[in-house]
Nanobody
Framework: QVQLVESGGGLVQPGGSLRLSCAAS????????IGWFRQAPGKEREGVSC????????WYADSVKGRFSISTDNAKNTVYLQMNSLTPEDTAVYYC??????????????????????WGNGTLVTVSS
């Protein structure tokens, strides 16, 4: 019953924008750190952006700082990732995730060591002319 479902992916031209959504069901995001991760073809999954349950702390990968922004709508139990100035290097499957009792740095950087509580199934973002 616990699910994270991503949407909003698709094909976009370089320099364009997309807004990804992740709807949670079966649990409330109020008590979890939430984040976005991505995996490009032939590469390892990496943290993109994470936010604390209170929204008071955020983390962004150096590759997306100034271009991406994470936000939540707790009333809708949904997390968003606004992606601007997209480049072909952003092409990947994007996953949302949730983790409890850890900091945003632990979630986005050290998640392989500690393990993630919940993963979505991903949405494909392709940046190409």
């Amino acid at each position: 019953q616990v699910q994270l479902v991503e949407s909003g992916g698709g094909l976009v031209q370089p320099g364009g924008s997309l807004r990804l959504s992740c709807a949670a069901s079966g649990f409330t995001l109020d008590y979890y750190a939430i984040g976005w991760f991505r995996q490009a073809p032939g590469k390892e999954r990496e943290g993109v952006s994470c936010m604390s349950s209170s929204g008071g702390s955020t983390w962004y990968a150096d590759s997306v700082k100034g271009r991406f922004s994470i936000s939540t709508d707790n009333a809708k139990n949904t997390v968003y990732l606004q992606m601007n100035s997209l480049t072909p290097e952003d092409t990947a499957v994007y996953y949302c995730a949730a983790m409890t009792r850890r900091t945003v740095q632990t979630m986005c950087i050290w998640w392989p060591y500690y393990g993630m509580d919940y993963w979505g199934n991903g949405t494909l973002v392709t940046v190409s002319s």
